[in-house]
């Protein structure tokens, strides 16, 4: 059974990313895929600082999160835009899963995927090519496309959570096939 994890870069209430997160969960699980949602703030770490991971190298919850992408053969990075670019929480989780975990590498040998939501009309994509560039930059492999950008935020979900808009209903569905297509090469 191919094994996803889905990571949302915002831990907000009522986040619009945490509810597309949701969503590509849903859809995923209708492939029979085995799926992990991944809240960040049970993963607390401190902003990366080159001095404090020598003294004591990655934090014990780095660590752990590298260990639980370790067991995935597809990764979801689900991520809000701020400024242009990724949430700060999210480029803080990237750059402590790029230092030395010992036998963990969690960029290696799976599948990684993009999707964003976004009140504007843009859905997030300028954060997207942002995560795609650090993706690449610290070793990921694989970063598929199609990636998603669900605009206008407020509309884009239905009453159960799923993608409200046909056009969006019909990307997740690519979105989803080509991730399970990817991370099948890893099983």
Known sequence: ???????????????HNVRLAVAIKQALEATDADITLVDLSDY?????NGDLEQASGAPREARDLA????????????????????TPLMKNTLDWLSRDMGD??????????LASCSPGALGGIRALNHMRDTLIS???QE????QIGVGNAANAFD????LAVERSKNMLQTYCDRLIEAANRYA
Do not use: C, D
Request: aromatic residues 6%; hydrophobic residues 45%; glycine residues 8%.
């Open 67 to 86: 260990a639980l992408i370790a067991l995935h053969q597809g990764v979801v990075l689900v991520n809000p835009e701020y400024n242009a670019s990724i």
């Open 138 to 140: 610290i070793g990921a």
């Open 159 to 162: 009453e159960n959570g799923n």
């Open 104 to 113: 963990v590498k969690p960029y290696q040998n799976r599948a990684f995927a």
């Open 44 to 48: 607390p770490m401190p902003i990366y």
């Open 1 to 15: 059974m191919t094994k996803i994890i889905i990571i949302p870069g915002s831990t907000r209430t009522g986040s």
């Open 143 to 146: 970063v598929i496309s199609p």
